[in-house]
């Protein structure tokens, strides 16, 4: 039966919608945790440490936070995975281009699958920059994610690197969200106004939360 659901093209979009969801909820969580940086380092990297500790003594060190990553790796996986078959499938249906394009399609209809790309790499880049160090400028310190922070969005590369992604998943949330009500059944033409403003207000407050962070550290509000 699973099988079936995800061979059908409607299986497909399901699994993509709802991992979609699941991670959207995670940006407004991480956004939300991100924004504390501006009470002070004491503050931010407190908040770091919450995070590792989360479900003791119940649940051991990192437990939590591990859990969460799975969960998240798997949202990931299974979104790019239909977002990929969906699309050859597409193409296999309509293997000519159409003479004209649709006239109501988006900017951001149009770029969910560079979006798609850029937030992929960018991803990895910010695992390896601040999770990591890997690729951390200047010297990476372990358990004072404020200080890794403020030494990332010091240099115009990082900064670039991360508004640039963060513009990119607020126009993936502003058609991301709408089309996963469609998929879901929650749209409807009395419901459609409602949930196409909500999606614009989440793309907006994602972008100004997140982007808030480097123009923090770069005006030295930050420091």
Same mark, same amino acid.
């Given at each position: 039966?699973?099988?079936?659901?995800?061979?059908?093209?409607?299986?497909?979009?399901?699994?993509?919608? &709802?991992? /979609?969801?699941?991670?959207?909820?995670?940006? *407004?969580?991480?956004?939300?945790? +991100?924004?504390?940086?501006?009470?002070?380092? /004491?503050?931010?990297?407190?908040?770091?440490?919450?995070?590792?500790?989360? /479900?003791?003594?119940?649940?051991?060190?990192? !437990?939590?936070?591990? *859990? &969460?990553? *799975?969960?998240? *790796?798997?949202?990931? &996986?299974?979104?790019?995975?239909?977002?990929?078959?969906?699309?050859?499938?597409?193409?296999?249906?309509?293997?000519?281009?159409?003479?004209?394009?649709?006239?109501?399609?988006?900017?951001?209809?149009?770029?969910?699958?560079?979006?798609?790309?850029?937030?992929?790499?960018?991803?990895?880049?910010?695992?390896?920059?601040?999770?990591?160090?890997? &690729?951390?400028?200047?010297?990476?310190?372990?358990?004072?994610?404020?200080? +890794?922070?403020?030494?990332?969005?010091?240099? !115009?590369?990082? +900064?670039?690197?991360?508004?640039?992604?963060?513009?990119?998943? /607020?126009?993936?949330?502003?058609?991301?969200?709408?089309?996963?009500?469609?998929?879901?059944?929650?749209?409807?033409?009395?419901?459609?106004?409602?949930?196409?403003?909500?999606? +614009?207000?989440?793309?907006?407050?994602?972008?100004?939360?997140?982007?808030?962070?480097?123009?923090?550290?770069?005006?030295?509000?930050?420091?």
């Amino acid at each position: 039966m699973a099988r079936t659901v995800w061979d059908s093209t409607v299986g497909k979009k399901t699994v993509m919608a &709802v991992s /979609g969801l699941i991670m959207l909820l995670y940006l *407004v969580v991480h956004m939300i945790g +991100n924004l504390k940086i501006f009470f002070g380092a /004491g503050e931010f990297n407190h908040y770091a440490h919450w995070l590792r500790t989360v /479900g003791e003594p119940f649940m051991h060190y990192e !437990w939590t936070l591990w *859990v &969460v990553r *799975v969960v998240l *790796v798997l949202a990931v &996986v299974a979104h790019a995975v239909s977002a990929y078959q969906l699309s050859r499938r597409d193409i296999k249906a309509r293997p000519t281009k159409y003479v004209h394009k649709k006239a109501r399609a988006s900017y951001a209809t149009r770029t969910m699958r560079w979006g798609g790309i850029i937030l992929a790499l960018f991803i990895v880049w910010h695992v390896l920059d601040l999770t990591t160090g890997t &690729v951390h400028s200047g010297g990476f310190e372990s358990g004072k994610p404020y200080q +890794n922070v403020v030494d990332t969005f010091s240099t !115009w590369y990082g +900064n670039t690197l991360y508004i640039v992604a963060m513009l990119a998943v /607020g126009l993936h949330v502003r058609h991301g969200f709408w089309s996963a009500a469609q998929t879901l059944g929650a749209g409807s033409r009395t419901r459609d106004r409602a949930l196409k403003t909500t999606a +614009n207000a989440l793309a907006l407050l994602l972008t100004a939360g997140f982007v808030a962070v480097p123009v923090g550290v770069m005006t030295g509000v930050v420091s």
